[in-house]
């Protein structure tokens, strides 16, 4: 975009658009967006160049200072334009006391006021969601029966002007593991969703035919969605949009394999963001419901906007130093010393490294088939890769040509196999190894298109590689026959047959209907030793950290609640972001994360409360799986990894145990059971819960 560039020190700014002044983003644009000006140029200077009037009510921030209309602007000033709502001066801030009761069955709503103690005490994502699943969830229920809710939780936070602030949780009882089933996303949708005065919403009941929700602020419409039930998400956003006739509208939405039941299917927003673990997107399947469509245009009201953007400011002020590298590459620049160190998951991981590492990393990624990176709401870091490839080079240069005007450069499959769609983003690291290396692939071109079918097609990329993986070491060493696979070989390092098999999942067919199951449940059909292989806690596959390399994951593995998850969920810092909202990947220190908090919010949080509300998600979880019937005997490793690496040791279950143990007798729970005490119960007041548990 190019302003007033008629002076010799022309500058370049990037502006953030928030709420209703999205609409001002140049056509198809999101994010946040580069404008060249002139060396002298101001806030108005800015305001003309994007086409909005000088007298409209838009309040400016550069660089995390409030700004009037005479600022004048510096190179690579981070300025955020705020509709003037933000920042009111309201009595509740950060969250509505609005959650959005839907039964699917009989197709009605109904609205609860929770109250501000109510939204203190679980502050949104898993510790809201683990209050709905133990309160309405009868104990033993079907995860695919009508008995099963769904719960989306965006945190107190999450829509706040601040990076990192556009997250939301997506909870359910899993498919996968029978118990405690959350994963979280990005993107836009779930600010978009407090945006329209909704702080969560709980989904009851079962749809007797395809549906979808049409929320367009307070108004909520039950749409029939027969005619996109088969279809593609990116199939189905463009009929929504097309239906809803605003482009502003946010989409979230199963993909086919969650409408075939396939257990580790996710839940996709915008396209590329998804709620990935734990199998949520079969929950919404089984109570058909499609697709949940959003219009918010009312921002969330902040307590203390000097403060917050203070934070901001930090943010865009220490990014060389805190955020270079994420913004430069996303995720997975460092699988090359990750191998070199003996730490990559490969063959189903059973080496720590591939000499092929460089052709799948992040940099190849970047320098061959990368057109751009992406950004969540009111994000400067910018770390979300998105890829374009096409089949022929002709194709490929028209592209580059006419997409992005000559400022990128579009890849091409030499094979003349495969495009990859840019809508779908690009291999987050967990993607390139699952996909990748753990597969023995060396194909980046054939990753990316396995990667965006698991985006159009809505899966989890970590369970589907890993089953992939344990089926293919079944098959290597004769446990799966082709008798068994229906003539389909399962072989490592065969890229092309890894793009039929997630197909052939996605839609159930051939063997592609037992490795739908998941490795765990699929190995307890197949028996035959096949158990000996499989990486999954508690029935869900691990991500792409090895244990054996990672001390720092171990905990994590082991008593996550919802499995073989590796964001650390075990952690009062990353169970604390994942209740109000804010991404991992910002490198907020916890005093940071409570000056938003408090910012926000207008709470005077401590540092203690703090910890507390995280303690007690993590309560509310294990207390959820526990009535499910998981044990301490679920809180172990497979038996791969008591299998050394050629670099590191096997883990004993001496040295589980200890971990096991030390974190229970950490958290309040029995040191023998990991029941939590009385006395925790009392101390983190979930008496009211804990009636549930029983
Ligand atoms: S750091 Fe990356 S993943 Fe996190 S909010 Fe920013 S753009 Fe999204």
Redesign the pocket.
């Known amino acids: 975009m190019s302003g007033r560039t008629d002076s010799a020190r022309a500058i370049t700014v990037t502006v953030t658009f928030f709420a209703d002044l999205r609409r001002f983003l140049p056509r198809g644009a999101d ?1 946040p967006q580069r404008y060249s000006l002139s060396g002298n140029a101001t806030i108005a200077d800015l305001l003309a160049v994007i086409g909005i009037k000088p007298d409209a009510d838009v309040t400016a921030a550069v660089d995390g200072e409030l700004a009037d209309r005479e600022t004048v602007l510096h190179e690579g000033a981070d300025v955020m334009l705020l509709s003037p709502m933000e920042g009111g001066a309201m009595e509740r801030f950060g969250y509505w006391n609005k959650i959005l009761h839907v039964n699917l069955t009989d197709r009605s709503t109904r609205i609860e006021e929770p109250g501000d103690a109510f939204f203190r005490r679980y502050a949104g994502g898993r510790g809201l969601i683990a209050h709905y699943l133990l309160k309405y969830v009868p104990k033993g229920a079907d995860p695919l029966g009508p008995d099963n809710i769904l719960v989306i939780a965006p945190g107190v936070i999450t829509g706040a002007p601040v ?5 939301h949780s997506v909870g359910a009882k899993s498919p996968l593991t029978g118990g405690f089933g959350e994963s979280e996303s ?2 836009y949708w779930g600010a978009e969703l407090k945006r329209a005065g909704w702080d969560a919403i709980v989904f009851h009941g079962v749809s007797p035919t395809p549906v979808y929700l049409w929320i367009n602020e307070g108004r909520v419409e039950f749409r029939d969605a027969s005619h996109l039930w088969g279809k593609i998400t990116g199939e189905v956003e463009d009929l929504i949009l097309a239906e809803l006739g605003d482009k502003l509208i946010r989409i979230a939405q199963i993909g086919p394999a969650g409408e075939n039941l396939v257990r580790y299917a996710c839940i996709a927003n915008e396209l590329n ?1 998804v709620a990935g673990r734990t199998g949520m997107g079969a929950v919404m399947g089984s109570k058909r419901l499609k697709a949940i469509a959003v219009r918010g245009k009312t921002p969330v009201r902040i307590a203390d906007q000097r403060g917050l953007l203070a934070v901001a400011k930090w943010v865009s002020g220490t990014m060389d130093e805190k ?1 270079r590298a ?2 430069e590459f ?1 995720t997975g620049a460092a699988m090359q010393g990750k191998s070199l160190e003996g730490g990559m998951p490969v063959l189903n991981y059973r080496l720590g490294a591939a000499d092929t590492i460089a052709k799948v990393d992040a940099i190849a990624v970047r320098d061959q088939v990368r057109v751009k ?12 890769k998105v890829v374009h490839i096409e089949e022929r080079e002709e194709a490929a240069r028209a592209a580059a040509e006419t997409v992005y005007k000559g400022r990128a450069k579009v890849a091409f499959d030499p094979l003349g196999r495969y495009s990859v769609d840019p809508r779908y983003g690009g291999p987050e690291y967990e993607s390139l190894a699952a996909l990748g290396v753990n597969l023995g692939l060396e194909d980046l071109i054939a990753i990316c298109k396995s990667n965006e079918m698991c985006n159009y097609l809505a899966m989890d990329t970590v369970s589907l590689g890993c089953t992939l993986a344990w089926a293919m070491e079944c098959f290597e060493k004769g446990i799966l026959t082709l008798e068994d696979t229906g003539g389909v070989p399962l072989r490592f390092h065969d890229a092309d047959g890894v793009i039929k098999l997630v197909e052939m999942i996605a839609y159930r067919r051939g063997v592609g209907d037992l490795l739908a199951e998941g490795s765990q449940r699929a190995a307890q059909r197949l028996g035959r030793g096949s158990e000996a292989l499989l990486t999954t806690v508690k029935g869900m596959e691990m991500a792409m950290h090895d244990p054996r390399h990672m001390p720092v994951m171990r905990a994590s593995y082991l008593l996550a609640p919802t499995g073989g998850d590796h964001m650390r969920q075990t952690s009062n810092r990353n169970g604390l972001r994942n209740q109000i909202g804010l ?4 490198a907020y220190e916890d005093d940071q994360s409570l000056q938003i908090l408090r910012t926000v919010t207008g709470w005077d949080i401590t540092p203690e409360e703090m910890v507390t509300t995280a303690h007690r998600g993590l309560t509310l979880a294990r207390l959820f799986n526990l009535r499910e019937g998981m044990s301490r005997a679920d809180d172990r490793l497979p038996a791969r990894f008591s299998d050394p690496l050629p670099k590191h040791a096997g883990l004993t279950r001496a040295q589980q145990d200890k971990i096991v143990t030390d974190y229970y007798v950490e958290q309040g729970w029995d040191a023998q059971t990991g029941v939590p005490t009385a006395e925790t119960i009392r101390a983190l007041e979930l008496e009211a819960d804990a009636v549930y548990a029983r």
Do not use: N, Q, T
């Not at 990076?163 to 997250?167: S, V, Y």
């Not at 991404?583 to 910002?586: G, V």
């Open positions: 994010g990076p990192g602030a556009g997250r990005g993107g963001e955020h994420f913004h996303g990176m992406g950004a969540c709401y009111a994000c400067s870091v910018r770390c979300k991404c991992h990947f910002l």
